[in-house]
Antibody
Framework: QVQLVQSGSELKQPGASVKVSCKAS????????INWVRQAPGQGLEWMGW????????TYAQAFTGRFVFSVDTSDSTSYLQISDLKAEDTAVYFC?????????????????WGQGTRVTVSS | DIQMTQSPSSLSASVGDRVTITCRAS??????LNWYQQKPGKAPQVLIF???TLESGVPSRFSGSGSGPDFTLTITSLQPEDSATYYC?????????FGQGTKVEIK
């Protein structure tokens, strides 16, 4: 079955960097995009962007340009989110999610499989 | 960016009640609208895609309707396990914005 398994919780100091992994299994990795979604404590879901797992081309939401980098390792079916110069406001749970769509068309796109989430805490 | 506005922000209903959550887009998005359910401490799960198509394995008490800017998620007979936060999301344009969420509690 399709699975996305993320790396474990991280506690970082302000100014440090963190790299979160999302390992896919159960399907052909390069066929479907991977999205990243942030959820700050007690808040809603915020779409950060996505990466084309075939071309490794990333697309970022405007709020996530500069310090945020998406990457892939196709040999290991793994996507990565790296955040540099961490700030207290980066404290959140970060989810990866696969975009799936079927032959009925682009309106069938949805995030059908999600990682379990990685909690990143930024504190001195 | 397309803004997604859900209402209400929260509701409390009894088991067996019919529950309706609405989602309005700031511009027309055709039927490019998905609904997700998130339980505390868990990842979201897709319920409905393309505004009205039930995801495989999702109970038939969940249904979606609407197009253009206005959409509805209906739970026809609320069950205890439906206690969760529900989010709409548009995938018409980038960024694929979510609504702010509707928390459903069981009385």
């Amino acid at each position: 079955q399709v699975q996305l398994v993320q790396s474990g919780s991280e506690l970082k100091q302000p100014g440090a960097s963190v790299k979160v992994s999302c390992k896919a299994s159960g399907y052909s990795f390069g066929t479907y995009a991977i999205n990243w979604v942030r959820q700050a404590p007690g808040q809603g879901l915020e779409w950060m962007g996505w990466i084309n797992t075939y071309t490794a081309n990333p697309t970022y939401a405007q709020a996530f340009t500069g310090r945020f980098v998406f990457s892939v390792d196709t040999s290991d079916s793994t996507s990565y989110l790296q955040i540099s110069d961490l700030k207290a406001e980066d404290t959140a749970v970060y989810f990866c999610a696969r975009t799936y769509y079927d032959s009925s068309g682009y309106d069938s796109r949805r995030f059908d499989s999600w990682g379990q989430g990685t909690r990143v805490t930024v504190s001195s | 960016d397309i803004q997604m506005t859900q209402s209400p922000s929260s509701l409390s209903a009894s088991v067996g009640d019919r529950v309706t959550i609405t989602c309005r887009a700031s511009q027309s998005i055709s039927n490019y609208l998905n609904w997700y359910q998130q339980k505390p401490g868990k990842a979201p799960q897709v319920l409905i895609f393309a505004a009205s198509t039930l995801e495989s394995g999702v109970p038939s008490r969940f249904s979606g309707s609407g197009s253009g800017p206005d959409f509805t998620l209906t739970i026809t007979s609320l069950q205890p396990e439906d206690s969760a936060t529900y989010y709409c999301q548009q995938n018409f344009n980038l960024p694929h914005t979510f609504g702010q969420g509707t928390k459903v509690e069981i009385k």
